[in-house]
């Protein structure tokens, strides 16, 4: 209480008198006002919304919050401030004095010398309130506003520190970012995957990557497919074995989630402490691990062994679905688990050919995960002509490939690549059951909302 006398001596005190003039405020976001080592009373301005308003008889208190952390700063003003229009969820402008915090709960405060309120935000009406927690399907009713609450700003922060853990990744060893092509003379279509560009431009190049959005018109409303989707896809040349194509995969998983863990960890928190409890302790527990491999046959065999009921029964020859991904993850020690070699007939054309028998393999691989199933899919390319030009022929697609064929023939390589979905990534590493929430705007099935 004696800390607030002060404090409301000092307000009035500059509120009353006339005050010299003064240097413009430097303009801070609240993550720097929050980390700012000069707190003896710089004049500066801070813009963003109001997350709490508490208003005692001399002293008003507010939260503002600009997206810049999750943490708000607290702004002390007279409360000869104090107005309706202080709202929660109104926008402001406010500039003052940043100094060292009394209270224990933070750091630094900002003190009010001018707020303006930028823009009205009627509270009532708002759909979200202070101080509910409202669930992640409550939320996704409102894409255009629920980026303004604390759950949806900690994921979409995690999300721009994994797309930039990821081009970081990429980067120092001189791979080279693919752009997607966008203008046509000829039928065209939304690209499911950038794999086959990639293809020719690791003809020129050893290493390339891209990562950019994905369509597909699966028509499921899954917790884990979405009509948009983000793809992170790798092609690298001079790859022989699938062995030296899943270190670079499980190097890309644990570096890309160490520098996202380090660098927003109060965002991990939040997603971890009342999305997904014990998440943590799971996340842990795969970047300690080595990733375990097992071939297509195993993965059938365990599967036939087990004494869960399938909806799909497990057989040699048919696809894995997601409860047998899911299984199989549990059945390795919840540490995410390789699966390679899958039969010729269930891959697409452009799969290296194993060349074993009587089962028929391609040199394929998906690395599932815990919680989510199938994350990566890759495999060896092939580069032998004959055996590409044959599988073209029996799938009656030669002449749409042809320019397919001629990077066999002109200086082919062996090479091969992979793909991850970003979004169900996001999933792994925060926990979060549905794939909805951890995009800005969810396109699937039947909805588009924006």
């Known amino acids: 209480m004696l800390g607030a006398r002060c404090l409301l001596r000092a307000l009035r005190s500059c509120s009353s008198a006339p005050c010299p003039r003064h240097k413009p405020s430097a303009k801070l976001s609240v993550r ?60 402001v402008e406010v500039q003052g004095q ?12 900002l003190k009010a010398e001018k707020i303006e309120v930028v823009g009205n935000c009627d509270a009532k009406a708002f759909p979200f309130k202070y101080k509910e927690r ?21 994921i979409l922060r995690v999300r721009s520190e994994a797309t930039a853990a ?3 990744f990429f980067k120092p060893s001189s791979k080279v970012k693919v752009p997607e092509e966008n203008f046509f003379n000829v039928p065209a279509f939304l ?14 190049f050893t290493q390339v990557f891209t990562f950019g959005p994905t369509f597909r018109a699966e028509n499921s409303q899954s917790r884990r497919h979405l009509a948009e989707f983000y793809m992170v896809e790798a092609e690298i040349s001079f790859v022989e074995s699938l062995q030296d194509l899943m270190q670079v995969m499980e190097r890309l998983f644990k570096t890309a989630t160490m520098l996202v863990l380090s660098n927003c960890p109060e965002d991990i928190e939040l997603c971890h402490r009342f999305i997904a409890p014990g998440q943590k302790d799971r996340l842990e527990h795969m970047l300690k691990n080595n990733f375990l491999i097992i071939s297509y046959t195993e993965a059938v065999e365990i599967l036939k062994q087990a004494s869960q009921n399938f909806t799909f029964t497990p057989e040699w020859g048919v696809d894995l679905h997601t409860e047998h991904e899911k299984f199989l993850v549990k059945h390795c020690g919840n540490i995410p688990v390789f699966v390679v070699n899958y039969p010729l007939a269930l891959k697409p054309f452009y799969m290296r050919d194993n060349e074993d028998g009587p089962q028929h393999t391609v040199a394929a691989v998906d690395l599932l995960v815990p919680g989510v199933g199938e994350l990566f899919g890759g495999s060896l390319r092939e580069e032998r002509y004959h055996f590409l030009e044959q599988r073209l022929a029996r799938s009656g697609l030669t002449e749409a490939y042809q320019w397919y064929l001629d990077l066999r ?16 990534y996001l999933q792994c590493i ?9 995009i800005p705007f969810p396109r699937f099935t039947h909805s588009c909302l924006l």
Not at 60 to 78: C, K, R, T, Y
Not at 134 to 154: A, F, I, K, M
Not at 409 to 424: A, K, L, Q, T
Not at 430 to 438: F, S, Y
Request: net charge neutral.
């Open 32 to 91: 720097d006002a929050l980390g700012a080592q000069n707190t003896s009373g710089e004049r500066v301005k801070v813009q963003g919304w109001i997350r709490s308003v508490r208003s005692q008889k001399e002293v008003l208190f507010l939260h503002i919050n600009d997206g810049s952390s999750l943490e708000s700063l607290q702004v002390v003003a007279d409360s000869s401030f104090d107005s309706k229009e202080l709202a929660f969820g109104s926008s």
């Open 430 to 438: 925060l926990g979060i059951d549905n794939i909805k929430d951890v």
């Open 134 to 154: 409202h669930p992640l399907e409550y939320l996704r009713q409102y894409p255009h506003l629920r980026c303004r609450t604390n759950v949806l700003g900690s």
């Open 191 to 204: 690209t499911v995957s950038g794999q086959l560009h990639l293809e020719v431009m690791s003809g020129a």
């Open 166 to 168: 990821i081009h970081s």
């Open 98 to 109: 940043l100094v060292k915090s009394p209270s224990k709960r933070q750091n630094v405060e």
């Open 409 to 424: 023939r002109f200086g082919s390589v062996p090479h091969g690549g992979f793909g991850m979905g970003f979004e169900r």
